[in-house]
């Protein structure tokens, strides 16, 4: 009798467990993802998709439950589930006239349940990589705030740490990392612990993009362009040209690895961007203060974020003018954080002595308007100033580098030091 009533118990434990989802549905060819929390007592159901109240009732492994949005609209769910997976039939309001419905397919996979003992470290040794930022690509590691994640990075050709081909050239990422407890309108918090170069060489171009060549050199340009090949002493930290000769025969410079991509999924209605491109989400950012010991904050759009990765570089000056920097694969180590329900409009990288605002646009011009305004949001959010204020800091101190001008779009930094802000709110 005492083992039937401990069983008991332990079943009723586990049956009123709430569980964590993300939800796909069809609609009309174009996918919409959801965090779905789904708490079972018995045959009711309770919890919320999107943060939305949900209701319903399960009968073995057949659920159907409503979801009542802000405006009272409804949404109504019939599913059968089978393990971790979840599908059936979603009941809408039409988009055009609410007063129809309309039927659409939907899919769910169950998020697995956190481990327990705290925070964890973690080693992910990639088996394939993504030349997009796709919402859509199934996470190859599920994290929680304050895991530690220990993995590594190709180059930009795809070429790995042993001189393997792994992937298509393009900037291919490692990821995405699903970070659970993440939600649309969240900001991603992602700490770079350590970027370590992991072989002897880089790739580069004696090239000046065309953003940069003034009309007077351009006649002049037309040979360069070549690969140039670096040598990367570990030991010392210091990179070399390959068989430099001449003015450059003695050149050694300190390496500085960087990760060129960072980014999280972008959001609904995007198809996936590809790995060469930048947006509010982060991409391909070439930002040379993506650097160990700083940290990176990028605006969540999707369940989970996916966190992606890529792109290293063992040195890069401002704007990466020579279309490649040093090109190389990385040992990344890094953590993550979240602030709930904080959205912020553009990347963002701070630094033990400063806080940065990335712009990034097609061009300087729209690039330099995009890193101010997303430096008065971060010093109206965080520290509490007025527009008018904001606006007297930056006519003495706002500095503006450059941070990409070899993509499709620019990006430009607006940074301040954090000695001259006062204590965050």
Do not use: C
């Amino acid at each position: 009798m005492k083992r039937l009533l401990l069983y008991w118990v332990a079943l009723m434990a586990s049956a009123a467990h709430a569980e964590s989802w993300v939800v796909t549905t069809d609609l009309w060819g174009n996918p919409s993802y959801q965090l779905l929390t789904l708490d079972r007592a018995g045959e009711q159901l309770s919890g919320d998709l999107d943060g939305d109240r949900l209701t319903g009732r399960a009968s073995g492994n057949s659920f159907a439950f409503t979801v009542t949005d802000s405006r009272g609209a409804t949404y109504s769910f019939d599913a059968r589930r089978a393990g971790d997976a979840m599908s059936g039939e979603a009941d809408f309001p039409d988009t055009n006239q609410p007063a129809m419905r309309a039927r659409h397919r939907f899919s769910a996979r169950r998020i697995p349940d956190r481990p327990a003992g705290g925070a964890r470290t973690l080693d992910y040794r990639p088996v394939d990589f993504s030349n997009s930022f796709d919402a859509g690509r199934l996470p190859v590691l599920t994290i929680w705030p304050g895991d530690i994640v220990h993995t590594e990075t190709i180059d930009s050709g795809g070429v790995d740490a042993h001189g393997v081909t792994r992937a298509l050239f393009g900037n291919p990422q490692t990821g995405p990392f699903f970070v659970a407890g993440a939600a649309r309108g969240d900001t991603l918090v992602v700490h770079i612990r350590r970027l370590s170069l992991n072989r002897d060489w880089a790739d580069s171009l004696d090239m000046i993009v065309g953003r940069a060549l003034p009309n007077a050199l351009a006649a002049k340009a037309g040979d360069l362009g070549k690969p140039v090949k670096w040598k990367l002493d570990r030991v010392n930290g210091r990179a070399s040209p390959e068989g430099a000769s001449g003015a450059l025969g003695g050149l050694s410079v300190p390496v500085r690895p960087m990760l060129g991509g960072l980014a999280v999924a972008p959001g609904f209605g995007s198809p996936p961007v590809s790995t060469g491109d930048t947006a509010r989400f982060g991409g391909n950012m070439d930002f040379n203060e993506v650097v160990t010991g700083n940290t990176v904050y990028l605006p969540v759009q999707q369940p989970g974020a996916l966190l992606y990765l890529g792109d290293g570089h063992a040195a890069q000056g401002d704007g990466e003018t020579s279309q490649y920097a040093l090109e190389t694969s990385l040992d990344v180590e890094f953590s993550v954080a979240l602030i709930k329900g904080k959205a912020i409009n553009l990347p963002r990288v701070e630094s033990p002595t400063q806080i940065m605002a990335l712009g990034q646009a097609g061009s300087l011009d729209e690039a330099l308007k995009a890193a101010t305004g997303g430096l008065i949001q971060w010093l109206q959010q965080d520290y509490g100033l007025s527009l008018p204020e904001a606006a007297q800091l930056l006519g003495v101190a706002v500095r503006y580098t450059v941070a990409n001008l070899a993509g499709r779009s620019v990006g430009v930094s607006a940074r301040i030091d954090k000695a001259l802000l006062p204590a965050r709110n």
